[in-house]
Antibody, heavy 118, light 107 residues
Framework: EIQLQESGPGLVKPSQSLSLTCSVT?????????WSWIRKFPGNKMEWMGY???????NYNPSLKIRISITRDTSKNQFFLQLNSVTTEDTATYYC???????????WGQGASVTVSS | DIQMTQSPASLSASLGETVSIECLASEDIYSNLAWYQQKPGKSPQLLIYYASSLQDGVPSRFSGSESGTQYSLEINSLQPEDEGDYFCQQSYKFPLTFGSGTKLEIK
């Protein structure tokens, strides 16, 4: 059974970078699927941030394109989110997920709450 | 970006009742619509994909339908464990976009 688990700092200062790790067990991220980051803001709005494919290519939400980077470490079966120049508006719960061939998320992590505050 | 307008924002219903949640797409998404359930403190779970296909393991009391650009999730015979948030997602065009969510309370 696949499991995804987010980890990283729960508090980030404005203008700094937000970095999160998604550790995947039960499936090898190079075997297939795309590996996504999604965030849920206070008030429940959800935003798809982007993915890294099983071959290592990336696809980002244009609204974040200049600030976001998704990378991976295949030896550890992990993928990562970096979001630069954060503001208080980036305060959210961040989820990693597996995205299937139809661009539907069929497995999600538990979520990591990140607050941007000085 | 494709806008997904979801309604209602909240819903309260009794055990055994049937409820319906709607999502209206701002353009044709050709059935590329998924529904998710999120229980309090838990991660989202995929219920339905491609508008009406039930994900493995999801009870048959959940069903999806479409009419033009309007998509519906129906839950029959409400159970206590159905309480939670429900949201739709279009998978037709990037960036993928979500509805604003519906909070379902079981009375």
């Amino acid at each position: 059974e696949i499991q995804l688990q987010e980890s990283g700092p729960g508090l980030v200062k404005p203008s700094q970078s937000l970095s999160l790790t998604c550790s995947v067990t039960g499936y090898t991220i190079t075997s297939g699927y795309d590996w996504s980051w999604i965030r849920k803001f206070p008030g429940n709005k959800m935003e798809w941030m982007g993915y890294i494919s099983n071959s290592g290519s990336t696809n980002y939400n244009p609204s974040l394109k200049i600030r976001i980077s998704i990378t991976r470490d295949t030896s550890k079966n992990q993928f990562f989110l970096q979001l630069n120049s954060v503001t208080t508006e980036d305060t959210a719960t961040y989820y990693c997920a597996r995205e299937d061939n139809n661009y539907v998320m069929d497995a999600w992590g538990q979520g990591a709450s990140v607050t941007v505050s000085s | 970006d494709i806008q997904m307008t979801q309604s209602p924002a909240s819903l309260s219903a009794s055990l055994g009742e049937t409820v319906s949640i709607e999502c209206l797409a701002s353009e044709d998404i050709y059935s590329n619509l998924a529904w998710y359930q999120q229980k309090p403190g838990k991660s989202p779970q995929l219920l339905i994909y491609y508008a009406s296909s039930l994900q493995d393991g999801v009870p048959s009391r959940f069903s999806g339908s479409e009419s033009g650009t309007q998509y519906s999730l129906e839950i029959n015979s409400l159970q206590p464990e159905d309480e939670g948030d429900y949201f739709c997602q279009q998978s037709y065009k990037f960036p993928l976009t979500f509805g604003s969510g519906t909070k379902l309370e079981i009375k």
